[in-house]
């Protein structure tokens, strides 16, 4: 899996094409390697991937409040159908209520979900 990968583009550490391309070669070299990216929505669509993470879309932490949020209107992500999709969004893990409503949310998207807490200690 590669991380945030649109972090290069929000730094303007390179282009929207030589992510594209970085990754083709990749597909290149290895056609049975399944690639999987961590957010990149402004490109999603056009990179050869497999799966995508979408980090923190329905809930997520605060960390100078330190409280979890719920979106009110959870992003809404146009992906290709060839593109398998999960999810990971944050909430307290003994509040099984809202993590079941946010599963449900992520469910009814078409997302494969994942709800933990913010520290990543614990399996949920």
């Known amino acids: 899996m590669i991380d ?19 990754l083709e070669k990749i597909k290149e070299i290895y056609p049975n390697l399944l690639i999987m990216i961590n957010r990149a929505f402004e490109i999603i669509n056009e990179v050869p991937i497999d799966a995508v993470l979408l980090e923190s879309t329905i809930s997520t932490h605060d960390f100078e409040t330190k409280q979890y949020i719920l979106h009110e209107k959870p992003y809404e992500i146009c992906l290709k159908d060839s593109i398998k999709c999960y999810s990971v969004d944050y ?20 997302y494969i979900p994942l709800v933990t807490d913010i520290k990543l200690q614990d399996l949920p």
């Open 4 to 22: 945030t990968i649109d972090s290069l583009l929000y730094h303007e550490i390179t282009t929207s094409e030589r992510i594209i391309n970085f």
């Open 91 to 110: 909430w307290h893990l003994n509040d099984t209520k809202m993590i079941d409503k946010i599963k449900n949310v992520a469910t009814n998207k078409g």
